[in-house]
């Protein structure tokens, strides 16, 4: 579930809560009690739940690039326009 971030904006009070994405945004300030609060722009943030990872996660050793079968550069097919030979 995304974090998201207030600001009232009659006594400049911040806070941060989890909300599902469906959930009406909060307006009254928790502080001051005013129906002044509004939602910040900032980085999301987000909460891992379950009890799962991904097949990938936290290989080691020559099980961790099960993606890539070989070690040719991405490059290799002209697709960088040259930039890969002139870095070499």
């Not at 009232?8 to 300030?29: K, N, R, W, Y």
């Not at 722009?41 to 020559?62: C, H, I, N």
Request: hydrophobic letters at 35%; charged letters at 20%.
């Amino acid at each position: 579930m995304p974090i998201y971030e207030y600001q009232c904006a009659a006594c400049g009070h911040q806070l941060e809560t989890i909300q599902m994405f469906s959930d009406a945004p909060l307006v009254d300030c928790p502080s001051c009690k005013s129906p002044e609060l509004k939602k910040l722009l900032s980085v999301p943030g987000f909460r891992l739940k379950g009890g799962g990872w991904y097949e990938t996660d936290f290989k080691t050793g020559a099980k961790k690039n099960l993606a890539s079968g070989d070690s040719a550069p991405a490059c290799a097919g002209g697709g960088c326009g040259g930039a890969c030979a002139a870095a070499e």
